[in-house]
């Protein structure tokens, strides 16, 4: 449940992440302590993500085409109107929410966000569970060094390199060749997107879990090889995983859905999130898919390795023979 601001017009009693504008007997409101901080806040979060997970279980999931509410941007599929970015505007390597800004969403020059607004907005348009709108916009409050409740973020913030942004993503160069990193990079997601083998019940081509695995595995290979400062640590595995595991659950890998939102940083007209779930998607949900699809482009990995290993010595086996030869006939 939620205190929010009275009617005698006094402060908000905590942070929103709910969007009510009253107390309510939802039972998916936190209620937490104005602040916290470290393994307390961790716990809140668990503890919260938790309860919500189990509530989902037992509450009816939104009506198709009722995922966003009444009043909030997107309700019925109507995104307010695109507008692409403009010099000056501050945008950065997230796709969603670059398409926030461009729908004005967000602000459309990307400054001067604050993190508590960016949370509860992207718990209306994406149905994230508050915990996630909660949790992330804090993660990267801390990594920027700022106030989660007094600060504020340009979106150009958040290519801070090896914060959450990390080398080898799906839809941005590393930033050793791409300092900016607020396009996409089109190659790489048309790439991405021809190489979807699945289709869902409506006949629609979709992104599976292997597409991505396989995708992701060779942009981690090729980055490897090609770039000189490349890093990859196990949290910065992890961020890819999960960014890339937004792409099956809340677009549900439809790949209609994913040209617009990847390449043009666009929500089409109509589209609402794949995810229905009454209390939004979960960490503890939500993690299944990001585990699941980290494992696999692991094993992925090592196995282009084994096979890039295997094809040199193949490449090498002939100049290897011909110099052992040349060798005898120089020696006799
Ligand atoms: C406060 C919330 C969020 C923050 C701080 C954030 C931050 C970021 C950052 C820094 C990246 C770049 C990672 C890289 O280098 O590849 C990224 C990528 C991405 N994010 Fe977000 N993001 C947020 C919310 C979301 C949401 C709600 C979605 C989906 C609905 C999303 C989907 C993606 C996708 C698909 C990528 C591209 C991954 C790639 O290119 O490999 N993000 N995000």
Known sequence: MKANASATGSPPLYSRTQDHAAPCFCFCCPLPPPKMTGLLFNLYIVTWDTWLTLLNLVTPRYKLGAVVREGKAGAGGEWPEFVAPKEGDSRCCCPALNAMANHGILPHDGRNISFEDMGDKIHAAFNFAPTFCRFVPQYAADMLKKDFHKDTLDLADLNL?????????????????????????????????????????????????????????????????????????????????????????????????????LREERIPYGWESRVRSRMGLTFLKFNLTVFKLERGTGTMEKMLAAAEQAETRDADGPQRVAEAESTQKTVA
């Open 161 to 261: 390199h090896n914060g959450i942004e990390h080398d080898a993503s799906l839809t941005r160069e590393d930033i050793k060749f791409d300092p900016h990193q607020d396009k996409p990079h089109l190659p790489f997601i048309d790439a991405l997107l021809a190489s979807a083998t699945g289709t869902d019940s409506g006949g629609n081509k979709v992104l599976t879990m292997r597409d991505i695995q396989r995708f992701s595995a060779q942009r981690r290979t090729d980055a490897r090889a090609n770039n000189p400062d490349f890093s990859l640590a196990g949290i910065h595995k992890g961020f890819s995983s999960a960014n890339s595991s937004t792409l099956l659950t809340i677009f549900g890998g439809r790949v209609d859905d994913l040209k617009a939102i």
